[in-house]
């Protein structure tokens, strides 16, 4: 039967556990990023992982663990700056090819969280 969600289609938890995986690979060794996480990862690939799940239309993990995600908010502690910005979606372009998640879903996710990620910027260069 037609898959019925971004998620199922690109092949559901495995996938995304892929994806989270080449993401982190990638954060933990960008010098723009690497000042504003901690140097454990293993709590926030657990929750990425929970919150891709869902909003790719897979199983509610994310909310059923730690409600809404009002992610703005939830990174307001952080200065996300138009660079910083910049410097998550390209590690998260990789982590697409390195998962090798294919047309039309690549683009499709890709765009969402370009959307998401533009929504996240708190500041601006000059505030650092
Ligand atoms: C958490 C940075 C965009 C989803 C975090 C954390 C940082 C961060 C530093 C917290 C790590 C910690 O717990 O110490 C950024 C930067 C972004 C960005 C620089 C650039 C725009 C996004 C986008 C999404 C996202 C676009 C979703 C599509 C999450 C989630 C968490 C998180 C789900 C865990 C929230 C929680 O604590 O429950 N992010 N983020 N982030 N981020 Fe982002």
Not at 17 to 23: D, G, T, Y
Not at 47 to 55: E, G
């Given at each position: 039967?037609?898959?019925?969600s971004i ?49 790719f ?72």
């Amino acid at each position: 039967s037609e898959p019925t969600s971004i998620y199922e289609a690109i092949g559901g938890d495995e996938k995304i556990e892929e994806l989270v995986e080449a993401f982190y690979d990638r954060v933990s060794q960008h010098p723009d990023l690497i000042p504003i996480f901690p140097s454990d990862f293993t709590e926030v690939k657990r929750k990425q992982k929970q919150f891709l799940t869902q909003f790719f239309g897979g199983p509610p993990l994310y909310i059923q663990e730690h409600g809404h995600p009002m992610l703005r908010k939830r990174h307001l502690r952080f200065p996300i700056t138009p660079t910083r910005r910049d410097a998550w979606l390209l590690c998260m372009e990789g982590a697409l090819d390195e998962a090798e998640i294919d047309e039309p879903y690549r683009s499709a996710m890709f765009e969402r969280l370009t959307l998401t990620a533009n929504h996240m910027m708190n500041t601006t260069e000059d505030d650092e």
